[in-house]
């Protein structure tokens, strides 16, 4: 086949691929990110209810929505690499 300076179509799972890998190195990025202004406050203080009944909540720690966005980014980036690295040639 003679070249006609077209450049050859991209597979849709190609580019599906494309796109999942950059989102998951996007998500790992905010990820990482987050997780970086997460640090201890320089300031402390302690706040109680001597007198209530009620329980209160365990809280997540600060970063956990930083450490699920970088475990997400990196299943993404995976995914994608494994779909680009492992996909048959035609």
Known sequence: MADDGIPPRRSRVTVVACCILV??????????????????ASFGWFAYAPLSEGSFPAVLFPGALAVVLIAVGALCVGLGAGILLGRRSR
């Open 23 to 40: 989102a998951g190195v996007v998500c790992a990025g905010i990820g990482a990110w987050r997780l970086r202004m997460a640090g201890s």
